[in-house]
Structures are given as structure tokens and as C-alpha cells.
């Protein structure tokens, strides 16, 4: 039952990060102690103001599906998680980034995933999918989102200079010293 609505909830999430389904220590989490089988516990590492965007999704994940999400924004995420890692009383589902992924799963506070067992598994890239990848080969999240790095350049300054566009990273270099050097915006620094 709770996988099912772990599914359910990863379908419906449009918001940067990675869900992972929690391992259930011992007796399960806190929602379902409380009786409520039809609530998840949904953790983010989030400050006041993304915890805002992460409230309005999930009213519209509730509306849409009925299941109730018991939200936690958590500043301190990793020593929260390990505090309540210790008394077996873990989140159903929490929403990350990957970097302490293989340090969870080695914790056994994760489970694995079957990709395929997810609505829409097959609308999410390969290289997604990759980065849920554990130590041992299985799955342990549900990537929803992917970020680009991305270099921008001030047209206005490199023309001011006479510079062509970068096309390696010597000419990036190059131009980064000219506009540090040569004062493309005129402000005297």
C-alpha cells in the first residue's frame, strides 16, 4: 500500500530534487503509527521560502489524489534524518539531492526502487535514472528533475571590447581577464 502511494506521489511531483522511499525500520513512520494509512510523511531540505512552493504542490498532489502529505521543511536535514534513524521512526519519502544517496542506502535507510514499477518510468531519461543508481546496482530514488550548468557572457561587454565569441576554454579565459582588466561597463574597477 505505501509503495503505491510513493508512486503516486512521484507522478505527480514537479519540483527540482530526488525522492527517495525510505526504508521502514521497526514499527514504520510516524504517519502510520498515528493510523492514518492514506498520509505520507514527505521530508524536504528546504528553507521558509521554497518550503512555500513544496506546501502548494502538495495541496495540489492531496486534491488530485486524496492522500494526505504530512510535511516536514527540515534545515538541519542529515542530523534530523540520523536522529530519527535511530529510533527506527524514518519519513516515508523524502525529496533530495543525490550527495549523501550512498551513504543512506549504506545506513539501510533506503529501499530500493524498481524503476519500471513507476508511472511514467519510461518518460524519465536514462541518465536520470543513473544517478539513483546505489553501490549495488539498484535503484534508490525517483529523479524528477535535471539541472543544466550554464555560462553566460555579456554580449554588450565582449563587443564594447572587441572581442570575438569564446569558443574554447582559453578564449573564455581570455575574455573573463579583458572584462576583469579592461572595464567593459565603464565603472572604473
Given at each position: 500500500m505505501r509503495l503505491r502511494r510513493v508512486r503516486r506521489l512521484?507522478?505527480?511531483?514537479?519540483?527540482?530534487?530526488?525522492?527517495?522511499?525510505t526504508a521502514a525500520c521497526g514499527s514504520g513512520s510516524g504517519s502510520a503509527r498515528a493510523g492514518d494509512p492514506n498520509t505520507l510523511e514527505v521530508w524536504t531540505r528546504?528553507?521558509?521560502?521554497?518550503?512555500?512552493?513544496?506546501?502548494?504542490v502538495f495541496a495540489a498532489f492531496t486534491k488530485k489524489?486524496?492522500?494526505k502529505i504530512d510535511y516536514q521543511p527540515v534545515m538541519n536535514f542529515d542530523q534530523q534524518l540520523q536522529s530519527r534513524a535511530s529510533t527506527k521512526?524514518?519519513?516515508?519519502?523524502?525529496?533530495?539531492?543525490?550527495?549523501?544517496?550512498?551513504?543512506?542506502?549504506?545506513q539501510g535507510l533506503l529501499k530500493p526502487i524498481d524503476p519500471a514499477s513507476i508511472a511514467g518510468h519510461d518518460e524519465i531519461?536514462?541518465?536520470?535514472?543513473?544517478s539513483t543508481v546505489g553501490?549495488?546496482?539498484?535503484h534508490y530514488g525517483i529523479p524528477?528533475?535535471?539541472?543544466?550548468?550554464?555560462?553566460?557572457?555579456?554580449?554588450?561587454?565582449?563587443?564594447?571590447?572587441?572581442?570575438?565569441?569564446?569558443?574554447?576554454?582559453?578564449?573564455?579565459l581570455a575574455l573573463a581577464k579583458a572584462f576583469a582588466t579592461r572595464d567593459p561597463d565603464g565603472d572604473g574597477w
Open positions: 512521484a507522478a505527480a511531483l514537479a519540483v527540482p530534487g530526488l525522492l527517495f522511499g528546504s528553507d521558509p521560502e521554497s518550503a512555500q512552493t513544496y506546501e502548494r489524489t486524496g492522500i521512526d524514518l519519513p516515508d519519502v523524502m525529496i533530495n539531492d543525490t550527495a549523501l544517496m550512498g551513504s543512506y542506502q549504506a531519461t536514462a541518465k536520470s535514472w543513473s553501490r549495488d546496482g539498484r524528477y528533475s535535471r539541472q543544466a550548468m550554464t555560462l553566460f557572457v555579456r554580449k554588450d561587454w565582449r563587443e564594447k571590447l572587441g572581442l570575438p565569441q569564446p569558443k574554447t576554454w582559453q578564449d573564455t
